[in-house]
């Protein structure tokens, strides 16, 4: 099992250009969420998803969209890329069912110039 | 909402010693902890949890204590090795909230000397 994959590692964006952060896990997990990361500060929720077909914001969900159309696939995307997004972004999951483990993927560097 | 903290940004013991890592929650509504390890360019990597109803939990090599009187939970690391040298978190969750909600603080970054 290649667990979580998060694509790309890396990538620079001018300001006002727009993409999308993948993320994909293969743990058949129901709950699924995305984290920025940014010095000196513990990760901060942007958005999260309990199944497919059901997304909601977290505490910094301005500026990102999510949608979860199958279970193992929530992609991040970034419409109009300003230089406060630049951070590390991570892709977490988790069954959900009797623990909130979460695994977390290996992250993607993201800047914005 | 919740406010997760470390006491301290940095830590640093000599390999073989113990080491704690605490942390303070606000949220009297919290009801489950989870402490995460990061290494350096790599995901959070989760270690122990513990939920509200219990005072301690114990895995290997590491201790997790709740104490709910005063909101404050610590990571106790034994025999600390080289290898553990990371940032660690801890994560607080809301009683009733959705696997969602799960609040981090900004980490402690464990140095071991050898």
């Known amino acids: 099992n290649a667990g979580v994959t998060q694509t790309p590692k890396f990538q620079v964006l001018k300001t006002g250009q727009s993409m999308t952060l993948q993320c994909a896990q293969d743990?058949?997990?129901?709950?699924m969420s995305w984290y920025r990361q940014d010095p000196g500060m513990g990760l901060r929720l942007i958005h999260y998803?309990?199944?497919?077909?059901?997304?909601d914001q977290g505490e910094v969900p301005n500026g990102y969209n999510v949608s979860r159309s199958t279970t193992e696939d929530f992609p991040l995307r970034l419409l109009s890329a300003a230089p406060s997004q630049t951070s590390v972004y991570f892709c977490?999951?988790?069954?959900?069912?009797?623990?909130?483990?979460?695994?977390f993927g290996p992250g993607t560097r993201l800047t914005v110039t | 909402g919740e406010s997760v903290g470390l006491h301290l940004p940095t830590l640093s013991v000599q390999e073989g010693d113990n080491s704690i890592i605490n942390c303070a929650y606000s949220?009297?509504?919290?009801?489950?902890f989870i402490w995460y390890k990061q290494e350096s360019g790599k995901g959070p990597q989760f270690i122990i949890d513990?939920?509200?109803?219990?005072d301690k939990r114990q895995g290997q090599r590491v201790t997790v204590l709740l104490n709910k009187t005063v909101k404050h939970l610590s990571l106790q690391i034994a025999a600390t090795q080289p290898g553990d040298s990371a940032v660690y978190f801890c994560?607080?969750?809301?009683?009733?909230?959705?696997?969602?909600?799960?609040?981090f603080g900004r980490g402690t970054q464990l140095t071991v000397w050898p």
């Open positions: 743990m058949n997990h129901e709950y």
């Open positions: 977490a999951t988790s069954p959900g069912s009797t623990t909130y483990e979460q695994y």
């Open positions: 513990i939920r509200s109803n219990m």
């Open positions: 994560a607080g969750l809301d009683r009733g909230s959705t696997l969602g909600r799960l609040y």
């Open positions: 998803s309990v199944g497919a077909g059901i997304t």
């Open positions: 949220n009297s509504a919290s009801d489950y």
